[in-house]
């Protein structure tokens, strides 16, 4: 084995590594195997077993020449144990156990919160009572439709009495909505955009039960659901693709048109409903909207949805009741700015 300052040796590519300020060549007839070095002098036996104060691993070097590198994080003696192994096995095996490094600690991973047998009972019973009442209910505004397209094409007060009677009938048996500030709400003749922040599954169905004729924007693979996608196109509720920017920019389009003709309209600004129940960041179409159209803001805070029905538990339902603070309206021309006061009125009532 040769030894020689960095400066001496003949460039092989990019080096691996370097330790303290000397680089070991060893000759390609010789096999690298693990060991240790005493100050950078000692001698190798056929295995080149050598010893030092750090740990070394061989890589193979274009030239046929195969360097040392230093590794102060794991042992590689204990993939010697019984017998050598290629150096790309070696790398292998490190590079998989880097990958599913902590994946089996604590810190890795949320717990998954014990789901009670009482609660997938309850869950179940919530399907059965609002999908018979829907069924039964959907058959009223079916008779009732051509009169609602003759006399009252875009607010739909009677499509909306229905689903508020179809929501109460729903949640009534199950949890308690305690609401503040009704007095705050627009008369049902005056337009104006409603937001509020997204919990859970429940929502619609307390935003529902408060009677306001107002459209909200949903997810066009829903109308296709039997009775409820139903419901949702004789209500008026607006279509909306995600992903579709042409979606997106109709989307608004329609918002405007039903302001403007005396409708109102429901964002939830946060886009999707929040998995832990913190209050996301707002996205501003709807703030757009009511800045273009000037109609007002009316902010609205739900608490206890997301205890009741997590994200990503729809089949359950916990016990606790759901509580509603509707802010008074803001006025406005500026999108960031009634953004802003309305995200900051709903985060100052959640954190109450």
């Given at each position: 084995?040769?030894?020689?300052?960095?400066?001496?040796?003949p460039?092989?590519?990019k080096?691996?590594?370097?330790s303290?300020?000397?680089?070991?060549?060893?000759?390609?007839?010789?096999?690298?195997?693990?060991?240790?070095?005493?100050?950078?002098?000692?001698?190798?036996?056929?295995?080149?077993?050598?010893?030092t104060?750090?740990?070394?691993?061989?890589?193979?070097?274009?030239?046929?020449?195969?360097?040392?590198?230093?590794?102060?994080?794991?042992?590689?003696?204990?993939?010697?144990?019984?017998?050598?192994?290629?150096?790309?096995?070696?790398?292998?095996?490190?590079t998989?156990?880097?990958d599913?490094?902590?994946?089996?600690?604590?810190?890795?991973?949320?717990?998954?919160?014990?789901?009670?047998?009482?609660?997938?009972?309850r869950?179940?019973?919530?399907?059965?009572?609002?999908?018979?009442?829907?069924?039964?209910?959907?058959?009223?505004?079916?008779?009732?439709?051509?009169?609602?397209?003759?006399?009252?094409?875009?607010?739909?007060?009677?499509?909306?009495?229905?689903?508020?009677?179809?929501?109460?009938?729903?949640?009534?048996?199950?949890?308690?909505?305690?609401?503040?500030?009704?007095?705050n709400?627009?008369?049902?003749?005056?337009p104006?955009?409603?937001?509020?922040?997204?919990?859970?599954?429940?929502?619609?169905?307390?935003?529902?039960?408060?009677?306001k004729?107002?459209?909200?924007?949903?997810?066009?693979?829903?109308?296709?659901?039997?009775?409820?996608g139903?419901?949702?196109?004789?209500m008026?509720?607006?279509?909306?693709?995600?992903?579709?920017?042409?979606?997106?920019?109709?989307?608004?389009?329609?918002?405007?048109?039903?302001?403007?003709?005396?409708?109102?309209?429901?964002?939830?600004p946060?886009?999707?409903?929040?998995?832990?129940?913190r209050?996301?960041?707002?996205?501003?179409?709807?703030?757009?909207?009511?800045?273009?159209?000037?109609?007002?803001?009316?902010?609205?805070?739900?608490?206890?949805?997301?205890?009741?029905?997590?994200?990503?538990?729809?089949g359950?339902?916990?016990h606790?009741s759901?509580?509603?603070?509707?802010?008074?309206?803001?006025?406005?021309?500026?999108?960031?700015?009634?953004?802003?006061?309305?995200?900051?009125?709903?985060?100052?009532?959640?954190?109450?």
């Amino acid at each position: 084995m040769e030894v020689a300052s960095a400066s001496h040796l003949p460039y092989y590519g990019k080096p691996i590594c370097s330790s303290q300020s000397s680089l070991i060549r060893i000759s390609r007839d010789k096999r690298c195997r693990f060991g240790r070095i005493s100050n950078g002098m000692a001698s190798l036996s056929t295995s080149l077993h050598a010893t030092t104060r750090g740990n070394f691993t061989g890589e193979t070097r274009p030239s046929g020449v195969k360097w040392c590198n230093r590794s102060l994080r794991w042992d590689p003696y204990k993939y010697l144990d019984k017998k050598p192994q290629r150096l790309t096995e070696l790398a292998r095996r490190i590079t998989v156990r880097s990958d599913l490094s902590g994946a089996a600690t604590p810190e890795a991973s949320f717990p998954e919160p014990e789901i009670k047998l009482s609660s997938r009972l309850r869950g179940i019973c919530f399907c059965i009572v609002a999908g018979i009442s829907a069924i039964f209910l959907i058959v009223l505004m079916f008779v009732g439709h051509p009169f609602v397209l003759l006399f009252d094409r875009y607010r739909r007060k009677y499509h909306h009495f229905i689903a508020k009677l179809w929501a109460s009938i729903s949640i009534y048996p199950f949890y308690k909505i305690n609401i503040e500030g009704l007095e705050n709400l627009p008369s049902s003749d005056t337009p104006a955009v409603y937001v509020s922040n997204h919990q859970s599954f429940l929502d619609i169905y307390t935003l529902l039960s408060l009677g306001k004729s107002y459209k909200f924007i949903s997810k066009t693979g829903i109308f296709v659901i039997p009775v409820i996608g139903w419901a949702m196109s004789m209500m008026g509720v607006v279509p909306l693709k995600r992903m579709d920017p042409r979606s997106q920019v109709d989307c608004l389009k329609r918002c405007m048109e039903l302001l403007k003709k005396g409708a109102s309209v429901f964002f939830f600004p946060e886009g999707t409903r929040s998995k832990d129940g913190r209050l996301g960041p707002f996205k501003k179409g709807a703030f757009s909207i009511a800045a273009k159209t000037g109609v007002p803001v009316v902010p609205i805070a739900l608490m206890g949805t997301g205890e009741i029905m997590p994200t990503g538990s729809e089949g359950i339902l916990n016990h606790g009741s759901v509580r509603v603070i509707i802010h008074k309206p803001i006025h406005g021309s500026k999108a960031e700015v009634l953004c802003t006061e309305a995200r900051n009125k709903i985060a100052e009532s959640m954190n109450q």
